[in-house]
C-alpha cells in the first residue's frame, strides 16, 4: 500500500511539473528565437557581406549579402529590432522562392530604404507590392519590425504603427532573408511564432 501511495504521490507531482512546463510555453505564445545575440547558427549566409556580432547584436557594414533561416515558413508573425544608418539599404525578405538566390521579385521584400531614390516603397513598405500608408524615418535609432503573413494576407508594423495591410497570393512559403545592402545595418531579437 505505501508503494501504491508513493507512486501515486510521484505521478501527481510529476503532472504539476509537466503542468508548470506547458504552462511556462503558453506565456511563451509559441514563440521561436531565431537570432538571440550570441551566434549565427541556425543561419545560412549568402553572398560576402562582412556579418559580425557586436552588442548582442548582429553588424554588417561592407559587402552585400544576407542571412537566411535554412527551413521555410508559411503563415508566421515574424518580429525583430534593426539599427541602420542615414544610407543603409536593408530589408527583411520572407516567404523567399528560392533559398540560394534571395531577391525582390521572387519574395516579399519588407523594406529598410530610407533614402530609396524611388520612395514609393521605401522603409515600411513592401517593393512591389505595396507602399507604406506612413513616412517613418529608421536612421541612427532602434526600430522594431512585427511582420504577419497569414494566407494571403501580409501585415507590417514599424515602430507599432501598421504600414502596409495587403492581400496577394504570389509568395505561400519560403525561407525569411536578412538583407545587407549598404551603410551600416544591425539585427537583433529576432524571434518567430508560426500561426
Known amino acids: 500500500m505505501k508503494q501504491a501511495t508513493v507512486i ?102 519588407v523594406n529598410i530604404f530610407d533614402t530609396r531614390p524611388d520612395q514609393t516603397y521605401r522603409t515600411g513598405g513592401i517593393v512591389h507590392f505595396a507602399a507604406p500608408t506612413s513616412v517613418i524615418s529608421t536612421g541612427g535609432r532602434w526600430n522594431t519590425y512585427e511582420i504577419r503573413a497569414e494566407g494571403t494576407r501580409l501585415t507590417v508594423r514599424l515602430n507599432g504603427t501598421q504600414t502596409v495591410d495587403m492581400n496577394d497570393s504570389t509568395y505561400a512559403s519560403g525561407p525569411i532573408g536578412l538583407q545587407y545592402g549598404a551603410g551600416v545595418v544591425k539585427f537583433r531579437n529576432v524571434r518567430i511564432r508560426e500561426l
Open 8 to 109: 501515486v504521490v510521484g505521478l501527481l507531482i510529476g503532472g504539476i511539473g509537466l503542468q508548470g512546463a506547458v504552462g511556462a510555453a503558453a506565456q511563451d505564445g509559441g514563440w521561436t528565437t531565431l537570432f538571440d545575440g550570441s551566434s549565427l547558427d541556425g543561419w545560412n549566409v549568402l553572398g560576402d557581406a562582412n556579418w559580425a556580432l557586436e552588442d548582442d547584436a548582429v553588424r554588417a557594414d561592407s559587402g552585400r549579402g544576407f542571412l537566411v533561416t535554412p527551413r521555410s515558413y508559411g503563415d508566421f508573425e515574424l518580429t525583430l529590432e534593426f539599427w541602420v544608418d542615414e544610407p543603409a539599404n536593408s530589408g527583411i525578405f520572407v516567404r523567399c522562392a528560392d533559398a540560394q538566390s534571395v531577391r525582390d521579385d521572387n519574395s516579399y521584400e
